[in-house]
C-alpha cells in the first residue's frame, strides 16, 4: 500500500469565494412565530452566517487538523483520507474510529490525547490506543467517491484491509451513526482480529414490540417521531438536493446546523450550548470546501434504496464480535433489538449528552470505550 502524507491546505481562492457567497445570499421570507418548527430560523441562520463570513477562521482549525500525522491511500478503487496517531504507550491497543453524517474525522478531536496518551490525561497507560481515523468514502477528503454499490459492507471492508495494511493484526473498533452501522459489519467480516467494536448512536432495527421496557418505549416513540426530512431526500434523491447544498454555503450550513439544533442535549438548546460554534462551523466548512454533500449522501441511498447486494455477506446475521454500546440521552437504541444483531456483552445509559458524543461530552465517551476495551485486551 502506498500511504501519501497529507495535509490540509485550502486555496485562499476558495476560502475568499466563500466570503463573497455567503455575503450575497438571497434570504426567504419567513412566517412570524414559528420558531424552529419549520426549519431553521432566518434571523438565527443569519448570524451564525455572519460569523461564519467574518468571525469564523478557517485557517486555525485547519492547522489544528494538521497537527496530527493524516495520509492518502487506495484501497478497491477508493481514495482514503486517514488520520493516524499512534500512542506514545508502545502497547497500546490499535482503535478505528469511525464518524458519521454529517460529520467528519474532526469530531474526534477532543478524544485523541485522552485515548492516545492516558498517562498525561489522568488515566492509566494501559488503557493507550494507537488511533486510526479515517474520513468515509465520499465524505471530506476520501474523495471522489469511486462509484455506485460504496454501501456500509464495502465501506466496512477497505477499513478492514486498511488496518490490515497498517500491520494492525488485533484491533478494536469504534463508531458513531453510520460509523456504528459501518463498525458492526467490520467485526462481522473481520471477527478474527476485531477484538471489540464499541458504538454510539446505534441504529436498531424495529423488530418483535410486546414486552418493551419502559424505557426502549420511550426510545421508540422518540424514532417515530423523529423529523427524518434530511434521511429521505439522501436516500431517495441524493443527486437534486445537493445542487442546492453545493452551489450555497447558507443552503449547506442549514442543512447541517439542523441536524446538529435536533441530535445535541438539552434539546431545547441551540446547538453551539452543547458544541463549540467553530467545531460545528469546521463540520460545515469541510463539506464546503470539500464539494461532498452529493457523495456523502450517497451511503444513504446505497443502505435504503438500493439494499445490500448478495456479495456483502450476512450483514443481516447476529455479529459474534463482543459489543458495547453507549446510549446517550438523545439515542433511539433500543436494547431487544441491539441485542438480536448484536454480541452486546458492555451496556451504559447516560442520562446526559446526544447524538454526537465525542464532541458534546468526549470525557464520558473516552471513558467508556477504555472501560469496554479493558476488559478485551
Known sequence: MTNRPFRIDIPQSQLDDLKSRLAGTRWPEELPGVGWSRGVPVGYLREV????????????HEAAVNRYPQHLTTIDGQ???????????????????????????????????????????????????????PSLPG???????????????????????????????????????WGAWIGARVGRQDPERVIGVHVAALVTVP???????????????????????????????????GYGLTDSPVGQLAWIVETFKEHTYPEEGLP??????????????????????VSAAQVYYEEMSVGPAAEDGPAG????????????????????WAERDHHVVHWTELGEGGHFLAMEAPGLLAGDVRTFFRKLR
Open 49 to 60: 452566517a455572519e460569523y461564519w463570513r467574518d468571525g469564523y477562521d478557517w485557517r486555525v
Open 79 to 133: 481514495n482514503l483520507h486517514l488520520m493516524h496517531v499512534r500512542s506514545p504507550e508502545p502497547a497500546a491497543t490499535p482503535l478505528l474510529l469511525l464518524h458519521g453524517w454529517p460529520g467528519s474525522v474532526v469530531d474526534f478531536l477532543d478524544v485523541i490525547g485522552p485515548l492516545t496518551d492516558p498517562r498525561r490525561h489522568g488515566g492509566d497507560p494501559a488503557d493507550a490506543f494507537h488511533l486510526v481515523i
Open 317 to 336: 446475521l447476529r455479529g459474534s464480535v463482543p459489543t458495547g454500546v453507549l446510549v446517550s440521552a438523545l439515542d433511539t437504541t433500543v436494547r431487544r
Open 272 to 293: 453551539e450550548g452543547s458544541i463549540d460554534r467553530d467545531r460545528i462551523l469546521t463540520d460545515v466548512s469541510i463539506y464546503w470546501l470539500t464539494g461532498t454533500a
Open 207 to 241: 423488530g418483535e414490540m410486546d414486552g418493551l421496557s419502559e424505557a426502549d418505549q420511550r426510545r421508540l416513540r422518540r424514532m417515530l417521531n423523529a423529523n427524518d426530512g434530511y434521511f429521505r431526500c439522501n436516500s431517495k434523491r441524493p443527486q437534486t438536493v
Open 139 to 177: 465524505f471530506g477528503f476520501s474523495t471522489p467517491l469511486a462509484g455506485p454499490g460504496m454501501n456500509a459492507a464495502r465501506m466496512a471492508r477497505i477499513f478492514a484491509s486498511l488496518m490490515d495494511r497498517l500491520g494492525y493484526d488485533r484491533y478494536g473498533v469504534h463508531g458513531y451513526d
